[in-house]
Protein backbone atom coordinates (compact mmCIF):
# COMPACT_ATOMS: atom_id res chain seq x y z
CA UNK A 1 0.00 0.00 0.00
CA UNK A 2 0.89 3.27 -1.08
CA UNK A 3 1.65 5.24 2.56
CA UNK A 4 0.54 8.34 0.98
CA UNK A 5 -3.27 6.99 1.13
CA UNK A 6 -3.04 7.63 5.00
CA UNK A 7 -2.64 11.32 4.22
CA UNK A 8 -5.91 11.74 1.58
CA UNK A 9 -8.71 11.95 3.07
CA UNK A 10 -11.21 9.53 4.70
CA UNK A 11 -13.10 8.74 1.50
CA UNK A 12 -9.98 8.34 -0.78
CA UNK A 13 -8.95 6.11 2.49
CA UNK A 14 -12.15 3.68 2.31
CA UNK A 15 -11.85 3.67 -1.68
CA UNK A 16 -8.16 2.61 -1.46
CA UNK A 17 -8.83 -0.10 1.38
CA UNK A 18 -11.76 -1.68 -0.77
CA UNK A 19 -9.69 -2.22 -3.87
CA UNK A 20 -7.03 -4.06 -2.18
CA UNK A 21 -9.69 -6.75 -0.46
CA UNK A 22 -10.82 -6.88 -3.66
CA UNK A 23 -8.03 -7.83 -5.46
CA UNK A 24 -6.96 -9.93 -2.24
CA UNK A 25 -10.52 -11.75 -3.10
CA UNK A 26 -10.28 -12.04 -6.74
CA UNK A 27 -5.94 -13.46 -6.28
CA UNK A 28 -7.12 -16.58 -4.19
CA UNK A 29 -8.06 -17.93 -7.54
CA UNK A 30 -4.42 -17.78 -9.33
CA UNK A 31 -2.72 -20.50 -10.42
CA UNK A 32 -5.32 -22.83 -9.12
CA UNK A 33 -7.73 -25.45 -11.37
CA UNK A 34 -10.91 -25.60 -12.20
CA UNK A 35 -11.46 -28.44 -9.59
CA UNK A 36 -9.33 -26.78 -7.36
CA UNK A 37 -11.18 -23.71 -7.50
CA UNK A 38 -14.60 -25.50 -6.99
CA UNK A 39 -13.44 -27.65 -4.34
CA UNK A 40 -15.68 -28.10 -1.30
CA UNK A 41 -13.54 -28.41 1.80
CA UNK A 42 -16.43 -27.25 4.56
CA UNK A 43 -20.45 -28.59 4.66
CA UNK A 44 -21.39 -25.12 3.29
CA UNK A 45 -21.66 -24.12 -0.26
CA UNK A 46 -18.33 -22.16 0.32
CA UNK A 47 -15.57 -22.65 -2.55
CA UNK A 48 -13.13 -20.16 -4.05
CA UNK A 49 -14.99 -19.98 -7.11
CA UNK A 50 -18.24 -19.34 -5.17
CA UNK A 51 -16.53 -16.98 -2.82
CA UNK A 52 -15.57 -14.67 -5.99
CA UNK A 53 -19.04 -15.44 -7.56
CA UNK A 54 -20.82 -14.16 -4.05
CA UNK A 55 -18.33 -11.27 -4.60
CA UNK A 56 -19.83 -9.93 -7.12
CA UNK A 57 -23.41 -10.66 -5.72
CA UNK A 58 -22.06 -8.07 -2.50
CA UNK A 59 -21.62 -5.61 -5.05
CA UNK A 60 -24.56 -5.50 -6.83
CA UNK A 61 -26.12 -5.46 -3.68
CA UNK A 62 -24.28 -2.54 -2.27
CA UNK A 63 -23.42 -0.56 -5.42
CA UNK A 64 -26.45 -1.50 -7.69
CA UNK A 65 -29.28 -1.93 -5.38
CA UNK A 66 -28.38 0.39 -2.37
CA UNK A 67 -27.01 3.01 -4.92
CA UNK A 68 -30.03 2.88 -7.35
CA UNK A 69 -32.96 1.35 -5.92
CA UNK A 70 -33.22 -1.21 -8.73
CA UNK A 71 -34.53 -5.07 -7.75
CA UNK A 72 -32.44 -8.00 -7.59
CA UNK A 73 -34.23 -9.52 -10.66
CA UNK A 74 -33.17 -6.51 -13.09
CA UNK A 75 -30.10 -6.61 -11.88
CA UNK A 76 -29.57 -10.66 -12.64
CA UNK A 77 -28.66 -11.54 -8.95
CA UNK A 78 -29.65 -14.26 -6.85
CA UNK A 79 -32.70 -13.71 -4.46
CA UNK A 80 -30.34 -14.21 -0.93
CA UNK A 81 -27.04 -14.66 -0.24
CA UNK A 82 -26.93 -18.73 0.05
CA UNK A 83 -27.48 -18.74 -3.44
CA UNK A 84 -24.72 -16.56 -4.93
CA UNK A 85 -22.59 -19.20 -3.84
CA UNK A 86 -24.08 -21.56 -6.27
CA UNK A 87 -21.82 -22.58 -9.43
CA UNK A 88 -23.32 -23.20 -12.69
CA UNK A 89 -22.01 -25.79 -14.93
CA UNK A 90 -20.25 -23.09 -17.08
CA UNK A 91 -19.07 -21.05 -14.05
CA UNK A 92 -15.22 -20.88 -14.65
CA UNK A 93 -12.22 -19.26 -13.06
CA UNK A 94 -12.62 -16.99 -16.12
CA UNK A 95 -15.87 -16.45 -16.33
CA UNK A 96 -16.70 -15.98 -12.46
CA UNK A 97 -13.48 -13.49 -12.45
CA UNK A 98 -14.38 -11.30 -15.54
CA UNK A 99 -18.05 -10.83 -13.39
CA UNK A 100 -16.39 -10.09 -10.45
CA UNK A 101 -13.99 -7.50 -11.74
CA UNK A 102 -17.28 -6.04 -14.00
CA UNK A 103 -19.39 -5.73 -10.83
CA UNK A 104 -16.01 -4.30 -8.96
CA UNK A 105 -15.65 -1.53 -12.05
CA UNK A 106 -19.29 -1.02 -11.93
CA UNK A 107 -19.51 -0.07 -8.28
CA UNK A 108 -16.98 2.40 -8.52
CA UNK A 109 -18.60 3.99 -11.26
CA UNK A 110 -22.06 4.27 -8.76
CA UNK A 111 -20.61 6.23 -6.38
CA UNK A 112 -17.81 7.94 -8.12
CA UNK A 113 -19.59 11.26 -7.65
CA UNK A 114 -20.86 10.40 -4.11
CA UNK A 115 -19.19 11.56 -0.58
CA UNK A 116 -19.14 9.33 2.76
CA UNK A 117 -21.83 11.08 4.08
CA UNK A 118 -24.38 10.86 0.96
CA UNK A 119 -27.19 8.72 2.10
CA UNK A 120 -28.31 5.71 -0.43
CA UNK A 121 -31.84 4.69 -0.04
CA UNK A 122 -32.32 1.57 -1.82
CA UNK A 123 -31.35 -0.84 0.80
CA UNK A 124 -33.51 -3.29 2.60
CA UNK A 125 -32.99 -1.69 5.78
CA UNK A 126 -33.81 2.00 4.21
CA UNK A 127 -31.27 4.70 3.95
CA UNK A 128 -28.22 4.23 4.99
CA UNK A 129 -24.75 6.68 4.74
CA UNK A 130 -22.26 5.77 2.00
CA UNK A 131 -19.66 5.47 4.90
CA UNK A 132 -22.00 2.74 6.35
CA UNK A 133 -21.73 0.48 2.88
CA UNK A 134 -17.92 0.84 3.09
CA UNK A 135 -17.96 -0.30 6.36
CA UNK A 136 -19.98 -3.57 5.76
CA UNK A 137 -18.55 -4.36 2.53
CA UNK A 138 -14.96 -4.33 4.17
CA UNK A 139 -16.16 -6.17 7.17
CA UNK A 140 -17.64 -8.26 4.50
CA UNK A 141 -14.64 -8.67 1.82
CA UNK A 142 -12.17 -9.34 4.82
CA UNK A 143 -13.97 -11.75 6.29
CA UNK A 144 -14.61 -13.95 2.73
CA UNK A 145 -10.67 -13.16 2.25
CA UNK A 146 -9.80 -14.66 5.80
CA UNK A 147 -12.22 -18.10 4.32
CA UNK A 148 -10.46 -17.93 0.62
CA UNK A 149 -7.17 -17.99 2.41
CA UNK A 150 -7.54 -20.83 4.72
CA UNK A 151 -9.63 -22.70 1.80
CA UNK A 152 -6.25 -21.77 -0.42
CA UNK A 153 -3.89 -23.38 1.81
CA UNK A 154 -5.55 -26.36 2.33
CA UNK A 155 -6.33 -26.54 -1.31
CA UNK A 156 -2.63 -25.92 -2.02
CA UNK A 157 -1.37 -28.48 1.18
CA UNK A 158 -3.51 -31.29 -0.44
CA UNK A 159 -1.56 -30.59 -3.70
CA UNK A 160 1.95 -30.45 -1.77
CA UNK A 161 2.61 -26.94 -3.07
CA UNK A 162 2.72 -25.72 0.10
Not at 14 to 35: I, K, M, N, Y
Not at 38 to 59: C, D, M, N, Q, Y
Not at 127 to 141: A, G, K, N
Request: proline fraction near 5%; hydrophobic fraction near 40%; charged fraction near 30%.
Amino acid sequence: MDPDVFQQPLDAQFRVFLDEHREHLLASLEGLTEEQARRRLVPSKTTLLGLVKHGAFIERVWFDEAVFGRPRSEIGIPDTPDESFDLADTDTIASVGAAYLEACADSRRAIADLGLDDVVTGNRRGPLPLRWVFLHMLRELAQHCGHADILREQILAAAGEH
